[in-house]
Each structure stands twice: as C-alpha cells, then as structure tokens.
C-alpha cells in the first residue's frame, strides 16, 4: 500500500495517463481515470510529470550556439 492506502494494482498505468492527457480515453474510462487522480496525489503528481515530459516545443527555438 502507498502512503494514501492505495494498492500499486489500482493506479492506472503511464500509458493510461498518456491518453488521459491527449484526450484519447472513451468518456467511461476517462471519468474512471479523473475520479482517480481526485483522490490520489501521487497519480496527480504523475501526470504532471507527463504534461511537463509532453509539452510541446516552443515554435522558434533558440538558436544553437557554435562553441564547439
């Protein structure tokens, strides 16, 4: 059990979490994964942490230096 009683078995995979976040989960399993992290913060902080991994990269990046 983790810190919040939870079984490792009942949080939802990373790739679950994945598709949460793209919206590609049908609306039951979405809602199933929502009431989830409303309740557990570890999964929230997961999912943070893929939003953070899959944020889209700026449009103009900084040019890359030339002190090779």
């Given at each position: 059990?983790?810190?919040?009683?939870?079984?490792?078995?009942?949080?939802?995979?990373?790739?679950?979490?994945?598709?949460?976040?793209?919206?590609?989960?049908?609306?039951?399993?979405?809602?199933?994964?929502?009431?989830?992290l409303?309740?557990?913060?570890?999964?929230?902080?997961?999912?943070a942490?893929?939003?953070?991994?899959?944020?889209?990269?700026?449009?103009?990046?900084?040019?890359?230096?030339s002190?090779?």
């Amino acid at each position: 059990l983790d810190a919040e009683g939870h079984g490792l078995e009942e949080h939802p995979p990373s790739e679950r979490l994945s598709a949460y976040q793209a919206r590609e989960l049908p609306d039951a399993e979405r809602a199933a994964v929502q009431a989830h992290l409303e309740a557990c913060s570890l999964c929230r902080e997961r999912l943070a942490d893929l939003e953070t991994f899959l944020a889209p990269l700026p449009e103009d990046p900084p040019p890359l230096s030339s002190g090779f």
